[in-house]
């Protein structure tokens, strides 16, 4: 798959991952794991790569006696998600004409 391709749905699946509540790292991985395998290293490269773009911000809180990074969604964010679902809609059909291509070929 492309990499710039690939980078913007793993980006729209972080942001999807905290739309509606604040989240941490690990949380995270494990409500994606059922639809995408992700690494610590891959996830905190996204995470710091979104709050760069001020598309999350990120808050520390302590938890069980240590401090825990808490992200946060921001509007940026929010507007990333409809962008990419737009977009995604412009890659199923370009999907279909290709699919459909193969078909006529058989």
Not at 2 to 28: F, H, M, P, T, W
Not at 54 to 61: G, P, Q
Not at 78 to 92: P, Q, S, T, Y
Request: charged share 35%; net charge neutral; hydrophobic share 40%.
């Amino acid at each position: 798959m492309d990499i710039q391709l690939k980078r913007g749905i793993l980006d729209a699946c972080v942001l999807a991952a905290i739309k509606n509540e604040d989240s941490y790292g690990y949380k995270i991985i494990k409500d994606l794991k059922p639809y995408i395998a992700l690494s610590e290293s891959t996830l905190y490269t996204i995470l710091k790569r979104l709050e760069a773009a001020d598309m999350l911000s990120v808050r520390t809180a302590e938890h069980g006696g240590r401090l825990r990074k808490y992200y946060h969604i921001t509007e940026e964010g929010l507007r990333r998600i409809e962008a990419f679902k737009e977009e995604w809609k412009e890659m199923v059909s370009i999907c279909r004409f290709i699919i459909k291509e193969d078909r006529a070929d058989d």
